[in-house]
C-alpha cells in the first residue's frame, strides 16, 4: 500500500533522515518512537511530500508520489501535523470543513451532502460536536487537537499521517482518539502511521513499531520487538524497566528513577506483627513489594498492611471481597494500602518465627486449619465445595527479590508445606491419602526491595533454605496447636 524506499532528507545542506527504507500495509497502523530530534516529524514530512526528498521515493499503491497532482495526493493521504498552521478565526465546524478541500471543484460551491456528512462524521467520533459553532481560539489545547484531528479523519483519505495525534490529551480523550483511529483501521482499512511520544500508548495500539534513532532506523517489528529494555535504554538514554499490559500481549515501559525519595532503611522484624483474636496483622512504615493470593490486592504490588482476618467457620457471603474491604475499612485499613486474607483457624494460635539469613532475616507466618485438607493428586474424585479452612503462609524478607525469586519463594513454601502435612500425616478425609494441602490455601511473599539483591529462591539459594526450613516448622507448630484445640491427639 505504502512503501519507503531508501528515503533521505532534511533542511539545506543538513541530511536530518537517512536512508529509511520500510513498508505499510492497508489496514495497518505502525508506530514511529524515538527520542526528540531524531527526525520523526522529519520523516513524516518526507513521506507527506511537505519536504521534498533528497534521494529514495515514496510510493503509493506502487504510483509515486511526485505522480499525484496536489488534490489526487490529498485524496490518497491526510496529514496531522505537529504544528498548526490553520488561522484561528475559524468556527470548529469551518475547521474542519477544510478536510474536505480535495473532494471540491470550488471552494464551498459544491458542498455536497457527502462533504456534510464527512464533516458530522468526523466531528462525532472525536467527539468535538458541541463545539461546532464555536471559534476555535476558544478552545483548551486539547479540544484544539481534536478538531484537527477530525479535519483529517473528515478528509476521508485511506492513508493518514498524525504527528503525536494525542498531544494536550487526557487519558480519556487519548483512549477515545486512539480506539477511533483504530477502529478506522479495522473497519475502513485506513493505513496509518503516527509518531508517539508515549511507548506504551504506541505499544497498545499499533500494529508493529518503528525506532528512530539520529535519523535511521533502530528496529522495526511488533512491539514485543521493539520494547525491549534494551533497546529502549540505548536509544532513548533513559533507565526503563518493561512489563506486561494487564490486558493485552503487549509490553509496556516505565521509567526508573535516578533520584530516590529518601526513606529510612527500615529493617522487617516479628516486632512487626500483631496478633489478636481478630486478626494477624504485619504492619510495616514502608510498602513492601508483595505477591499474593489474597482476597483483597491479590497478584503482585506494593502494600504495608497485611491482614490475616479471622471469620467464623460458616462464614458465607455473597461479595466477599466487598464485605472484606468494609471489616477493613472498619479497622482503618485503607485498600490502597492492605492485602487481605482470611482463616477460620484461630488467629492467636499463629506461628510466627524469625530466621537469620547471610543477607537479613526473613519472617515466616503460619494459620493452619486442616479440616479441609486434600490430596491435591486425587482431587478430581470428589466435588468439593470452597471451604475457609486454610493454610495461610506468609514469607516476609528483608532483601531485594527479582521476579524469580518470589515465583520460587511460592514454590518452595508450598513444597515445605506439603512436606509438614506429610509428617504430620494430615490425610484427605474424603480419600483417606496424605494431604498436600486444603482447598483455599493462600501464600503471601513480601519483601522490603532493599539490601542484598535475591535472584532465585530455590531449595539451594540461601534463601531457599531458610524459607523450607522455616514453611515446614512454622506448618508443622500450626497443624499440631490446631490437632490439640480440636481435640484430634491427646
Ligand atoms: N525546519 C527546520 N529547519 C532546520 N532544521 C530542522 C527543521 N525542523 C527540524 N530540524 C532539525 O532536524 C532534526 C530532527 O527534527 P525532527 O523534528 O524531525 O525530530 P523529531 O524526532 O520529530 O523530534 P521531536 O520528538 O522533538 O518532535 C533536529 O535536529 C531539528 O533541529
Known sequence: MLEIKNVSGGYDEKLVVQNVSFQVKKGEMLGILGPNGSGKSTLLKLISGILPMKSGEVLIEDKTLQSFASKELAKKMAVLPQLHSQAFSHTVRDTVSLGRYPHQSGWFSSWSNEDEAAVQAAMKLTAI???????????????????????????????????????????????????????????????????????????????????????????????????????????????????????????????????????????????????????????????????????????????????????????????????????????????ADTVGMMTAVRTTDAVIKEYKTPFGNIIIMVTAGVGNAVDVSRAYEVEMLPAIGTINTWVIVNGELSDEAFIQSVITATEAKTKALAFEQVKDPRTGTIATGTSTDSVLIAATQKGTHIPYAGPITEIGKKIGLGVYECTVEAIQVYKKAKGWES
Open 129 to 335: 460536536q458541541r463545539y461546532e459553532h464555536q471559534l476555535l481560539e476558544l478552545l483548551s489545547g486539547g479540544e484544539q487537537q481534536r478538531v484537527f484531528v477530525a479535519q483529517a479523519l473528515a478528509q476521508q483519505a485511506p492513508i493518514l499521517l498524525l504527528d503525536e495525534p494525542t498531544n494536550h490529551l487526557d487519558i480519556a480523550h487519548q483512549k477515545q482518539l486512539l480506539d477511533t483511529i483504530k477502529t478506522q483501521t479495522i473497519e475502513n482499512e485506513i493505513t496509518v502511521i503516527s509518531i508517539f511520544h508515549d511507548i506504551n500508548l504506541a505499544s497498545l495500539y499499533c500494529d508493529r513499531l518503528l525506532l528512530m534513532d539520529q535519523g535511521q532506523i533502530k528496529v522495526i517489528g511488533e512491539p514485543q520487538e521493539v520494547v525491549k529494555k534494551s533497546l529502549v535504554e540505548a536509544v532513548y538514554e533513559a533507565r526503563v524497566s518493561t512489563t506486561s499490559h494487564p490486558e493485552r500481549p503487549k509490553p509496556q515501559v516505565t521509567i526508573l528513577p535516578d533520584v530516590m525519595e529518601r526513606y529510612k532503611e527500615r529493617i522487617i522484624t516479628a516486632e512487626n506483627f500483631k496478633v489478636t483474636e481478630h486478626y494477624v496483622l504485619f504492619q510495616a512504615e514502608i510498602q513492601l513489594k508483595t505477591w499474593s493470593s489474597a482476597v483483597i490486592n491479590a497478584g503482585s504490588g506494593w502494600y504495608k498492611n497485611f491482614v490475616n482476618r479471622r471469620v467464623d467457620a460458616s462464614y458465607a457471603c455473597d461479595n466477599v471481597q466487598e464485605e472484606m474491604l468494609v471489616y477493613l475499612a472498619n479497622y482503618g485499613f485503607s485498600e
